[in-house]
């Protein structure tokens, strides 16, 4: 249980074309979604925190107009990166949690990770 | 803001020995303590975790010990196996609202068969 998948896996644009990740919980409800942004050999970085319905907090340092999020559903939320640059290249994960879980309100479920390389 | 600290950066150790990896946190009203193993290119996948009414939690190979009054938590394993190579990461949070995780700097883990 408590399955979170991403897609795409991985993807390549060029250079200030917009491009959209998506997140799902696949077998359980997600009252909060979070996007995370990892550099090679580096810790993860917390981007922003979205609630289904509501619009997400970003982290300090994040343009939220950079970096969209929309999580309209209790199953799926989707990251943009709008006008990507080379500098945006990196590997973004995304996790869920439902508070709602006896015992595992706290838990974030990972999901596979998108790997994005802007030319 | 909640401060965790993760050592050591790299540890190898010889198959069937045993590893720790040690973190402290900064946030006495932390609360929640999970641990999860990150393979390369794939998302950290959650192993073990505690929280603050436990002192130790066993599963298998795994085990996770956490100090509330030094604040700070330990994972141990055991008879470790070539697939537990990989990074771990300890992670911190209180357990309401929306109060995110925050994350050690990682352990690169490597078991020399």
């Known amino acids: 249980g408590a399955v979170v998948s991403q897609h795409p896996s991985r993807v390549i644009c060029k250079s200030g074309t917009s491009v959209k990740i998506e997140c799902r919980s696949l077998?359980?409800?997600?009252?909060?979604m979070f996007w995370y942004r990892q550099f090679p050999k580096q810790s993860l970085m917390l981007m922003a925190t979205s609630n289904e319905g509501s619009k997400a907090t970003y982290e300090q340092g994040v343009e939220k107009d950079k970096f969209l999020i929309n999580h309209a559903s209790l199953t799926l939320s989707t990251l943009t990166v709008t006008s990507a640059h080379p500098e945006d290249s990196s590997f973004y994960i995304c996790?869920?949690?439902?508070?709602?879980?006896?015992?595992?309100?706290?838990?974030?479920?990972f999901g596979p990770g998108t790997r994005l390389l802007v030319l | 803001g909640e401060n965790v600290e993760q050592h050591p950066s790299t540890l190898s150790v010889q198959e069937g020995d045993s590893a720790v990896i040690k973190c402290t946190y900064s946030d006495s009203a932390s609360n929640y303590f999970p641990w999860y193993k990150q393979e390369l290119g794939k998302g950290p996948q959650l192993i073990i975790d505690i929280r603050s009414n436990v002192g130790e939690k066993k599963d298998q190979r795994i085990a996770v010990t956490l100090n509330k009054t030094a604040k700070h938590f330990s994972l141990h394993i055991t008879e470790t196996q070539p697939e537990d190579s990989a990074v771990y990461f300890c992670?911190?949070?209180?357990?309401?609202?929306?109060?995110?995780?925050?994350f050690g700097t990682g352990t690169r883990l490597t078991i020399i068969p």
């Open positions: 077998d359980f409800q997600a009252t909060t």
């Open positions: 992670a911190a949070s209180k357990n309401f609202g929306n109060e995110k995780l925050t």
């Open positions: 996790s869920a949690r439902d508070f709602r879980l006896a015992g595992r309100q706290e838990t974030q479920y």
